[in-house]
């Protein structure tokens, strides 16, 4: 049974088309380091706007029940 995730079917399709057979290796490194990059900066961009959405609204009820 195939319980992957659409993101992680996206990059089996990406990665099979890829020519990798014909791809030196450092290219083949380079372009996976590259999506792999691309992956972790979007997740980091992700979680600090949810911090950052779970902190004002923290300081906006603060500031409420004070006030």
């Given at each position: 049974?195939?319980?992957?995730?659409?993101?992680?079917?996206?990059?089996?399709?990406?990665i099979r088309f890829l020519p990798f057979?014909?791809?030196?290796?450092?290219?083949?490194?380079?372009?996976?380091?590259?999506?792999?990059?691309?992956?972790?900066?979007?997740?980091?961009?992700?979680?600090?706007?949810?911090?950052?959405?779970?902190?004002?609204?923290?300081?906006?009820?603060?500031?409420?029940?004070?006030?």
């Amino acid at each position: 049974m195939h319980m992957a995730s659409g993101k992680g079917d996206l990059f089996e399709l990406f990665i099979r088309f890829l020519p990798f057979r014909f791809m030196p290796w450092w290219l083949q490194l380079t372009v996976i380091a590259a999506i792999v990059a691309i992956v972790v900066a979007a997740w980091t961009i992700k979680r600090t706007r949810k911090i950052a959405a779970r902190r004002a609204a923290r300081t906006k009820a603060e500031a409420t029940a004070e006030g």
